[in-house]
């Protein structure tokens, strides 16, 4: 499943730790796959160094290069597992557009794996190539905003992406949702904002309920752990609402 936003900073490496987080916590056995430049996930997940990245198994998607790619997360809470496919800056060069026929190499180079309950792909604030090779690769996609103006014109340029990449590249994408996040129930603008998404896309597509903006996510983040071990009600509350995304996302 790619996790994506047309915008940066909405929370999409959050949404991943946290489903990964709630995987692991049901005996899942989870694939991170670190698709942004920035590398975030990859050093949340204090994975140790590998031979190779993904930009090497962009390079060259054989089974060789891609299983000298992946890492076990150091995340020792059990009784799953979480594998982390290695960022790297230089992952950056296959985000620009070359001209040339879209040929995903990401979906070749997944292909030759198994024995994963579920694949995240971390994308990269744009819905550039990069973008493109988690979507080609996904059956899935879950889109992550926050409520404000420009969030929804994210999400609609996210919709009309995941639309284009089904019907030219990957029949078999969906959408699993969309994820409000960083919500602060009091505000006014907030409530119109999640209103209007709910009006566009209907009661179903939004991820419910919405993530709330709370610290325990910015301190899981600094520990490099799951947001569940941070044991404050806030940090209870978000590991609550990813597990229950967990299990709408494993019914679809
Ligand atoms: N619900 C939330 N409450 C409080 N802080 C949050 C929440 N969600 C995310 N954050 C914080 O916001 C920052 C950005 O989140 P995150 O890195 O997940 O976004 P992103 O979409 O992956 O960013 P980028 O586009 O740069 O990859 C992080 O420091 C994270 O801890
Ligand atoms: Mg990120």
């Known amino acids: ?24 916590s049901r005996g899942l056995a989870s694939l991170v796959v670190d698709l942004d430049p920035q590398g975030n996930a990859t050093s949340i997940l204090r ?19 891609i299983e000298e790619a992946l890492t076990p997360c150091d995340w020792e809470i059990g009784p799953g597992e979480v ?8 992952v950056i060069r296959y985000d620009s557009w070359t001209g040339q026929t879209f040929r995903p190499k990401l979906a070749k180079a997944l292909a030759h794996l198994d024995g994963y309950d579920l694949v995240l792909i971390d994308c990269p604030p744009s819905l550039g190539a990069l973008t493109r090779e988690a979507l080609a690769a996904s059956d899935l996609a879950l889109i992550v905003t926050t409520p404000s103006y420009f969030g929804s014109q994210g999400v609609e340029r996210a919709v009309q992406e995941i639309n284009e990449i089904k019907r030219t590249v990957n029949p078999n994408l969906s959408l699993a949702g969309i994820v409000v996040n960083r919500v602060r129930s009091v505000a006014e603008e907030h409530q119109y904002r999640t209103g209007e998404l709910v009006n566009i896309y209907g ?22 752990q799951p947001v569940g071990m941070v044991k404050t ?15 709408a996302i494993l019914r679809k």
């Open 203 to 224: 009661k179903s597509a939004l991820m419910k309920p919405f993530v709330p903006e709370r610290i325990a996510i910015t301190q899981a983040e600094g520990f490099g």
């Open 47 to 65: 994975t140790h160094t590998t031979r190779k990245t993904v930009a090497d198994v962009l390079a060259h998607p054989t089974q060789a290069t």
């Open 233 to 247: 009600p806030g940090g209870r509350e978000v590991s609550d609402i990813f597990d229950g995304y967990l299990t």
């Open 83 to 90: 594998d982390v496919l290695a960022g790297h800056p230089s």
């Open 1 to 24: 499943m790619s996790v994506l936003s047309l915008k940066g900073g909405v929370g999409k490496t959050s949404v991943v730790l946290g489903l990964a987080g709630a995987a692991v």
